[in-house]
């Protein structure tokens, strides 16, 4: 089968989030499960910045392509890469000034233009190149129209009809709602502006088209596909979503075992596996010393996040005092709403021996933490899969986290008698529980033979790709037995 994966962000070539990471490595397992992949994805100023760093070139294509249902002269250019460290993933970068140039992926002078003309150049370029893919794997609410169109403005097209399409729900939060008129410079037909449609209490909802056009829809993990369907986490599309229920699918993240690997990894202070794991405890002397925290031994909390409201930042804020008095060091690496960051920023100041706060972007101190720290935080409200309990797990940093989508799914309480289980968590939302097992984590830490088989729980849990790959292979083929 021959694949077109397109999404608004891809690692190593422009990352944001958890989603540039999984476009990233899936391809690369694809491929190994004898899937024929490229990727589409925006020219960002990033793609650029990155290419040195990384050592990929960039060659063009084609240009001066125009796409003829738009309200726009806009032409866009292709430029083509490869996916480092695949076999033959080819990484087409549609290019135009005017939509793209921006400093940052998610900024633009228009979002919502800037989403339809991504969508509708990746259908014109599949056609210029004359490719022809059994499916096309849309990702968010960004590249979510492409259905849409292929169910309505390319409905008769010769080279583009007989294609299938999945989407991926990274995140419901995040859905695209803009104003009616975009209709127009869309170039969509009226019909679709009504509840069975792209209408979304009297505005367009990117998303909802989506996950109505899509062939097959899945999310990413098992725990989240259900609770989507729910009041409690469907943001007013859980509807929408038992309507395409029959057609909606859970599916793990895996993370790039090459990628993450404590044993390898040239971003940590000290290599490990888990038959040299009192190496890890350098890593955090090494860590402690380079953000100024006093070199002892006591529990190393971490949290890397993005500081929004999705992430538990709420319940977090209510018993920051309480954590206070225990005697650990908290790293935390972020970036997001002021006042979360004015809040861990307080934090810091008033106990700069406890507390190493660290507001920005860095990948690099990013892996020194997951080997550095002894656990990891990550309390979400709602979490669709979440890396960091991922990656925090293979580098032996037990997590702490809310039971809610992946979490729930990748982490199991530990139990004492038996020694199972890979970290500590609660479910309802509210933070005496959180504290609870803040305080459980802590016990266990002093308690050696517990925590060595957590440790050992924690670094061979199966994260890898491979199972999530063969799971993308049957959801295509469920997506391609739906047009034949
Ligand atoms: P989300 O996609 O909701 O942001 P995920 O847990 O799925 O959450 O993925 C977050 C990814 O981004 C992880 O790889 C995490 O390490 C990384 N990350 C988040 N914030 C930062 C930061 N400030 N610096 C470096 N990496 C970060």
Redesign the pocket.
Known sequence: MKIAMVSYEVYPFA?????A?VVGALPKYLEKQGMAVDIFMPYHKKVDENSSKFGYTIEKVSEGISIPHLLTEEKFDIYRTSLPGSKNVNVFLIANRYYFSADEVYQGPDLAEQAIFFSAAVLEAIKKLDFRYDIIHVNDWQTALIPVYLKSVYKNDEKLSKIASVLTI??LGYQGIFEPSYMKFAGLPEYLFSIDGIEFYGNINFLKGGILFADVINTVSPTYAREIQTKEYGEKLDGVLRVRSADLYGIL?GIDYEEYNPETDKRIYVNYNLETIEKKKENKRLLQRELGLPARDVPMIGM???LVD??GLDIMAEIMDYVSLFDIQFVL???GEEKYENMFKKLGERYPEKYSI?L????V??QKI?AGADMFL?PSKY???????M?SLRYGTIPIVRYTGGLADTVKEYNPETKEGNGFGFEPYDSAYLLKAIAKALYYYNEKEHWNALIKNAMTTDLSWDNSAKEYVKLYQRAKSKIQ
């Open positions: 990352k944001v989030g958890g989603l990471d990274h995140n993240n890397i996040n993005r999705q992430k690496l972020g970036t660290n920005k972007f860095d990948v101190l990013a997951y990550m979490e669709p899969c979440g890396l960091g309990q990656y």
